[in-house]
Nanobody, 123 residues
Framework: QVQVLESGGGSVQTGDSLRLSCTAS????????IGWYRQAPGNQRELVAE???????NYIDSVKGRFTISEDTSKKMGYLQMDSLKPDDTAVYYC?????????????????WGQGTQVTVSS
């Protein structure tokens, strides 16, 4: 069973930094694409940053210059480095991994969500 594991959330002050991490377990896999999403109370889930299957990196405007998405292919980990945090960044952050899974019968492609990690930024 595929599980996406996230870590790194917490409660910080304005201007502080956090790094979120994400990986999968339970299967032999390769990461095709990574997406970091967030959902604040009363708001829809929004895509914050992504690395597409073609290696293109995108950010929403509100985090450009402050957040950095990256991937360590050797460790099969995805990261979201968040600097200069603001109260508006407060949300539950979710990792979405687009995976290529190797089964004995062949390859399988699907995307999976992590359980979410809370990020709270106080002023």
């Amino acid at each position: 069973q595929v599980q996406v594991l996230e870590s790194g959330g917490g409660s910080v002050q304005t201007g502080d930094s956090l790094r979120l991490s994400c990986t999968a377990s339970g299967v032999e896999f390769r990461i095709n694409a990574i997406g970091w999403y967030r959902q604040a109370p009363g708001n829809q889930r929004e895509l914050v940053a992504e690395i597409t299957s073609g290696g293109i990196i995108n950010y929403i405007d509100s985090v450009k210059g402050r957040f950095t998405i990256s991937e360590d292919t050797s460790k099969k980990m995805g990261y979201l480095q968040m600097d200069s945090l603001k109260p508006d960044d407060t949300a539950v952050y979710y990792c979405n991994l687009d995976l290529q899974i190797q089964y004995p019968t062949g390859k399988y492609f699907n995307d999976y969500w992590g359980q979410g990690t809370q990020v709270t930024v106080s002023s």
